[in-house]
């Protein structure tokens, strides 16, 4: 395991709300599964920054299912999880159909969905794993996170989009330490 690994699991062990909100993923037993994005972004942003848990906008629980693509399963899991912890906005999408909507070549597995989102520090996932431990997706590494660079995904070539959730995320008010890197 190396060290940003290490840190980064650290980082989500010491939050309860996390761990409780991987445990209640964990329970729905779903294919290839990670929650992904802000919830291990904003960890690791939050700890550097030496904040509290930041309110989380949604939970983005993803995994890979080819054999039902159906949005009532999706809808499904979401009532599920709203059941176990109300108090969250629980986004639940299968990412053996998601690359129709981002105009990509069919994903392989829910890692490489996660690879292909707008930010490389976006592009992160955690699962917790039968024996308590967790397992990460981070298709750039850690580096990004814990250096505290936004950069556009070189896999995901859309500066305009790109620009514009940096404008609308508003994220250097929050983690002032940010360095955007700007889209060439």
Excluded at 147 to 175: F, G, T
């Amino acid at each position: 395991m190396t060290d940003l690994v290490f840190e980064t699991a650290a980082v989500i062990e010491r939050d309860s709300i996390r761990m409780a909100c991987l445990r209640a993923v964990r329970e729905l037993n779903l294919p290839d599964w990670f929650i992904a994005a802000g919830f291990v972004r904003n960890a690791i942003w939050d700890h550097l920054h030496d904040l509290p848990m930041t309110p989380l906008n949604d939970i983005d629980v993803v995994y890979f299912d080819p054999h039902d693509c159906s949005l009532a399963t999706e809808a499904h899991y979401v009532a599920l999880l709203q059941q176990q912890l109300p108090h969250f906005n629980w986004e639940v999408k299968n990412q053996a159909r998601m690359h129709i909507k981002h105009q990509h070549q069919a994903y392989q597995n829910s890692a490489d969905a996660i690879s292909r989102w707008v930010e490389i520090p976006t592009c992160v996932g955690v699962r917790l794993i039968a024996d308590n431990s967790l397992i990460f997706t981070a298709a750039y590494g850690l580096e990004h996170n814990w250096s505290l660079h936004v950069s556009i995904n070189p896999h995901y070539p859309r500066p305009a989009i790109y620009q514009q959730r940096i404008q609308d995320k508003n994220w250097q008010v929050l983690w002032p330490n940010l360095m955007i890197m700007t889209a060439d």
